[in-house]
């Protein structure tokens, strides 16, 4: 039986630290500024990533050491969450778009760091638990990794009571933003005496089998693989029940899922246009160049159009849910339709990056494939269709469908 014991620092607080600055004004004026100058850095390192297929370290370290990681934990242990549960979610989302722009790996680690937060700063841990978390999400760039997901699994992952703690065995078969190993959390679902429970387990607990088997043709930074717990001892304090539903969580998961497609798009429409700035090239021998080419400006158009029509269905869903100033059915029927919106703007405009560049814009220097190939398989994610059925039905109908028989939950 292997033993994954916490850290001994426990104390992030403010007034322990003297590291904690700055409150909202510097989430918004700071934050985009902060993205800005790292994102050549992200992208840079990105490709390198995706071309070896080795997790984004190096983009998690930047960020964390940016401190960009107090976006996710409230302002009473030295962050810059305030303001209720979703409170600064426009941020985060648009962070997760800007980090996504620059890296899709990346992006989908770090919201993988965001949800993974907000669950368990609002959950019934110990305040010393949370101090300690946040201590190591602030100045270790500490990584979470939500370990849920048991498709095509062998059955549940399960715990058992011992003294002092739990046992936990089984196989999670994804776990996103896992390549960091060392002292990074596993957020682990599971079941504890038939009931849904939950659990926190360090990545070089002597009790995980990691597989190392993530090996698709997009989103390669993410490490996305299978982990079996073996015996896994989890300490009291570190383990507890789940939280009662939110009735805007779904909502925002599925926003952070937009954001990353959304993010994607925009990423494949930047780099269209700095390359065109750059080449000489046009749609027909007929045109001298590309400001010439109203073939080229139309497509352009039409994708910016998409995108930033998406992008403002994004921003006022992030508002709602913050503010939770709509209905909690409106509010999750919005967040499907823009997590449809998003992920169409995103795959057109990453689909269509070579109908612009043109055959010389599929060097592999350029690796602009990698925004069609990252779009694709975080799409294939769940259905599209299985989205806008669910949209449709509750159009007709006037509530809510049940979410179990359109999407795995």
């Known amino acids: 039986m292997s033993n994954s014991q916490p850290d001994e620092r426990v104390d992030a607080s ?50 964390g050491e940016a401190g960009l990681n107090r ?12 303001g209720g549960p979703w409170g600064g979610l426009r941020e985060v989302i648009d962070t997760i778009v800007a980090l996504s722009a620059a890296d899709g790996s990346t992006g989908q680690c770090w919201s993988a760091n965001a949800l993974v937060s907000r669950q368990l700063f ?11 978390l946040a201590d190591e999400l602030i100045h270790d760039s500490r990584r979470l990794v939500s370990s849920a997901s048991e498709a095509g699994g062998r059955g549940p992952v399960t715990a058992r009571r011992v003294p002092g703690g739990i046992v936990v065995n089984g196989t999670k078969a994804f776990n996103s933003n896992s390549g960091g190993g060392g002292r990074d959390l596993l957020h682990v679902r599971l079941l504890l005496d038939g009931a849904p429970y939950q659990a926190l387990v360090r990545l070089d607990d002597p009790g995980l089998t990691l597989a190392h088997d993530w090996d698709n043709m997009g989103q390669r930074g993410t490490d996305s693989q299978t982990i079996t717990y073996t015996d896994v001892f ?55 160049s590309v400001l010439e080419d109203p073939l080229i400006h139309r497509q352009l158009g039409e994708m910016s159009s998409d995108l930033a029509a998406a992008r403002a269905l994004l921003t006022s869903v992030a508002t709602e849910i913050e ?26 405009a990453t689909a269509r990056i070579h109908d612009l560049t043109g055959a010389r814009g599929t060097a592999n220097r350029y690796r602009f494939d990698r925004f069609w190939r990252n779009a694709r398989t975080f799409a294939s994610h769940d259905s599209l269709d299985a989205k806008m059925a669910f949209i449709g039905a509750y159009e007709v109908s006037g509530a809510l469908p049940n979410l179990a028989e359109y999407l795995p939950v």
């Open 14 to 63: 403010p007034e322990s630290t003297g590291r904690a600055r700055g409150g909202r004004d510097h989430v918004e004026k700071g934050s985009m500024t902060t993205l800005r100058s790292l994102r050549p850095h992200l992208s840079e390192n990105g490709l390198r990533a995706d071309t070896e297929g080795t997790d984004v370290a190096d983009n998690m370290r930047l960020i």
């Open 71 to 82: 976006l996710n934990v409230p302002v009473e242990f030295g962050g810059l969450w305030d």
């Open 122 to 132: 609002l959950s019934g841990l110990p305040q010393a638990t949370k101090k300690q």
């Open 234 to 288: 989890v300490p009291d304090g570190w383990h507890l029940p789940p939280l009662a539903i939110d009735p805007y969580l779904m909502s925002a998961v599925l926003l952070t899922h937009g954001a990353l497609l959304q993010g994607l798009g925009e990423g494949a429409h930047e780099a269209a246009i700095g390359y065109l700035r750059t080449v000489t090239r046009s749609s027909m021998p007929k045109f001298a």
């Open 323 to 348: 503010t939770q100033s709509a209905d909690p059915v409106e509010a999750g029927v919005r967040g499907f339709r823009s997590k449809v919106a998003s992920t169409t703007a995103g795959l057109r």
